[in-house]
Every structure is written in C-alpha cells, then in structure tokens.
C-alpha cells in the first residue's frame, strides 16, 4: 500500500485543482464546495491514506462496507456520506455512522430515517435523470412533495437534491436540469440549497451548474479492487 501513496496524494491534489480551475471558470470559490472522496471498494487503509491528506468527507454506497469502515476508523474525525441506494430496514443503522445521505428517494425511507433523538441526519433528495425506476431516485416532478415529507419528519435536515448525470445525455445539460430541481424546492426551503452532483468523469461541468457537493471515487483512489 505504502508505494501507492505518491500517485494518490497527487491525483488527489490534481483533482483539488481541477476544481479550483473549474470555479473560477464558473466565477465561484473553490471553497464553497464540498468535496466527497466515494472510497467504495477501497480498504479502509486507503481511508487512513486519505485522511492523512487532509480528507474528512467520505462517501460509501454499500451499507456493509460502510459500516465496517467507519467501526475500523473510528479513531479519526471523518464523516461518512451515504451516496447509494438504499433498504429502508438498514435505514436506521446507516443513521448511527453516517452524517448525511444522499439517495433519499421515497416516503418508506424518510420515515425510516425519522429520530426524535440525536444529531439531525443531512438529507439529499435523488433526482432520476433517466425514464428507468430502476436507477434510484424520484422523478423530478415528484421532487417538491418529497421535499415536503423530510420537512416534516423529525431528526432530517433536508440541504438540496443529488442525481447522477446518465449515460447518453450532456453532463452539463443533465446538471441544468438538476439545477431547475432544486429551484423548486429552494421555494419550499430556502436553506435546502444545495447540489451533490459531479463525479470523476462530470465533476467540470457540475461546478460550471452550481455544485456544491461533488461525489468523486476513481479520478483520486485510482481503479477499484473488489475487497475479497
Ligand atoms: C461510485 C459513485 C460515485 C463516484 O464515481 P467515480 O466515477 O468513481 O468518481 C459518485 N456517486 C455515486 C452515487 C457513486 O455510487
């Protein structure tokens, strides 16, 4: 692991200029934005790596591994962001080690996520971008009654909307129309402003559409190695 260390301290620091070059093409400052490292498929030792590079905000996508990261890494300040889909019957759990999650998408898991106890959970409303159910998410007209539920459920604090741009369409175009989303449910809360959306491949284009929050995996932690 330790030889790995160079290339991913200086993809990670490509990527932090990538997105200062993209914000100030957008006339934005880098500091306004979130960057997420998605560790995924990562050993927790790339985390430590990571953390050691200053890191601190992570995204996982499997509540398994999450989980198990979070126990091993305990010892360090990080915060765990859920960005994939999600079972309601896990809802609770992911709760105890995540600050924020990103794929709320239905009524059933809002009202898992629900706590009259503890620090209130940030939520994200997924926006499906594609004509497939199947890909997570709600349907962007759908997106200003979601809004309202997490509103009135206890323990969420809702802060914006999150999609994933899809295959065959303009990342930037995709982007645009998450932007008009999250318009509509700025009406209903001003504060529930912001955008998780840019990944590896995106990440450019996001930030030029308002990106507060950006998910990126492979462009920093290299190929992904299935944990055996
Ligand atoms: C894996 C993943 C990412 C990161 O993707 P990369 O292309 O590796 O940057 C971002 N968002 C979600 C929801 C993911 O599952």
Redesign the pocket.
């Known amino acids: 692991m330790t030889d790995e260390t160079p290339g991913l301290a200086e993809r990670l620091s490509a990527v932090r200029e990538g997105i200062a070059d993209a914000s100030r093409a957008a006339g934005r400052v880098p500091g306004e934005i979130t960057l997420i490292v ?1 560790t ?1 498929f990562h050993p927790a030792s790339l985390v430590r790596e990571l953390h050691a590079l200053g890191v601190r905000e992570l ?1 996982e ?1 499997r509540h398994q591994e999450a989980q198990a990261k979070a126990e091993e890494l305990a010892d360090l300040d990080l915060r765990w962001n859920f ?2 889909q999600l079972q309601s019957k896990k809802a609770r759990q992911v709760r105890r080690y995540a600050s924020s999650v ?2 709320v998408d239905r009524d059933a898991l809002v009202d898992a996520l629900a706590s009259e106890e503890g620090a209130p959970l940030d939520v994200f409303l997924q926006i499906n971008l594609t004509d497939d159910p199947g890909r997570g998410g709600t349907a962007p007209d759908d997106a200003p009654r979601l809004a309202e539920r997490v509103l009135g459920t206890p323990g969420l604090t809702l802060r914006g909307v999150m999609a ?1 741009a899809p295959l065959g369409e303009e990342p930037r175009a995709a982007f645009s129309r998450v932007r008009a989303v999250s318009e509509r449910v700025r009406e209903l809360s001003p504060e529930a402003s912001a955008l998780s959306m840019g ?3 995106d990440y450019r284009d996001a930030i030029l559409e308002g990106a507060t929050h950006l ?5 920093i ?1 290299g190929n ?1 190695q299935p944990l055996v």
């Open positions: 998605v995924k995204g996508n960005v994939g990103h794929s994933v990944m590896s491949g998910r990126i995996g492979t462009a932690t992904r």
